[in-house]
């Protein structure tokens, strides 16, 4: 009784740690009105560029796959689909029941990029900047979420594809995928956040060489500077989701407030200076010390041989 008493203020000062982090990170966003960014506004400007669908299917499991689908463009991001992202993240942030996120694109591409149609047209430095900062604080609210997720590269991650890369805790390659940052064969740097999360994943040397030389990025080189975690091998296994859920499954086996907490103390400690990341990390500890998964691993005498 005392102790459920303890854990539930614990789960309310860790509440108010979470949510303390995420107004730090300004809500899991990068740019708000303080900046010039008015969401509705630039929403408005891309639903005029319609085309593909992002789809989002929750399991039970606690898994969740998000797949790009715009098939004729070779699942390349149209204005409403950037929208249906920003929209689908909305989702999962409040899925309580969530541990696991895959990210996939349809019929074995992964995604082109931005839909060059739409680009076309909003290439006037105003809107460009307004589709940037949107595609910001979406991607950036995607790697926040507390979730563990994955990239399932399959085919081509290209241009603005290879940045949603990025912004997956994981990226997994199917045999012949290519992740090539080409954006300076567009006149380009990465503007989605890709290049300031490329450095963290690859470290600034392997960065510059990627960007610079708009590398194809197979999964031999994706392996060995880290880009990629593994090759989905072996064809008899199952499709490629299948082994990525297989993969994923060995990081998200467990109660879903423990694989929450695992997320945030990791994401808190890539993000906030040291004695910050340390009092989240004892705010979320408290979330799962007390909890069910720690008084039934107790009542077990579990060992760890
Ligand atoms: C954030 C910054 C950015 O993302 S800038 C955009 C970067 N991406 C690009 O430049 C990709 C340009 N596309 C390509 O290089 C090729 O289409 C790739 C993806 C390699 C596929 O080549 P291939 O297999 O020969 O097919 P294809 O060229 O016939 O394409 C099939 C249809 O898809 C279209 N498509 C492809 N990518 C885009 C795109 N990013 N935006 C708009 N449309 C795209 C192609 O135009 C082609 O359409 P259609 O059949 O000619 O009507």
């Known amino acids: 009784m005392v102790l459920c008493a303890v854990r539930q203020h614990l789960l309310r000062g860790s509440r108010?740690?979470?949510?303390?982090?995420?107004?730090?990170?300004?809500?899991?966003c990068v740019y708000s009105s303080v900046h010039g960014f008015q969401q509705e506004e630039i929403r408005e400007k891309l639903q005029a560029f319609p085309g593909g669908s992002i789809e989002l299917l929750t399991q039970e499991s606690g898994l969740a796959v998000l797949t790009i689908n715009y098939p004729s463009r070779m699942n390349a991001f149209s204005g409403s689909m950037m929208v249906d992202l920003e929209e689908r993240v909305s989702q999962l942030e409040g899925w309580t029941d969530g541990k696991g996120l895959i990210v996939q694109g349809a019929s074995g591409t992964f995604c082109s990029g931005s839909d060059l149609n739409a680009v076309r047209a909003l290439s006037n430095p105003q809107d460009?900047?307004?589709?940037?900062?949107?595609?910001?604080?979406?991607?950036t609210r995607l790697l926040r979420l507390p979730m563990i997720s994955v990239a399932l590269v399959e085919g081509r991650a290209l241009g603005g594809g290879?940045?949603?890369?990025?912004?997956?805790?994981?990226?997994?390659?199917?045999?012949?995928?290519v992740i090539q940052f080409v954006h300076k064969h567009m006149g380009l740097v990465p503007g989605w956040g890709g290049a300031a999360r490329l450095v963290r994943i690859v470290g600034s040397q392997n960065a510059l060489k990627l960007l610079g030389g708009a590398v194809k990025v197979d999964p031999e080189l994706a392996l060995q500077?880290?880009?990629?975690e593994e090759v989905l091998q072996g064809e008899g296994a199952g499709t490629p989701l299948q082994r990525a859920e297989n993969w994923l499954s060995v990081y998200t086996k467990g109660p879903a407030?423990?694989?929450?907490?695992?997320?945030k103390v990791v994401l808190s400690g890539r993000e906030l200076p040291l004695s910050e990341a340390l009092k989240t990390?004892?705010?979320v500890?408290?979330?799962?010390?007390?909890g069910p998964a720690n008084m039934q691993a107790l009542a077990?005498?579990?060992k760890h041989r």
């Open 285 to 290: 500890f408290g979330t799962v010390w007390g």
């Open 162 to 177: 290879a940045e949603l890369t990025t912004a997956c805790d994981f990226r997994l390659m199917a045999p012949g995928s």
């Open 128 to 139: 460009g900047m307004k589709m940037c900062m949107f595609m910001q604080n979406t991607l």
């Open 300 to 302: 077990s005498k579990s």
């Open 225 to 228: 500077i880290g880009l990629a």
């Open 281 to 283: 990390e004892k705010d």
């Open 16 to 28: 108010g740690a979470w949510a303390r982090f995420l107004q730090r990170q300004s809500r899991g």
């Open 257 to 263: 407030p423990v694989i929450q907490a695992v997320k």
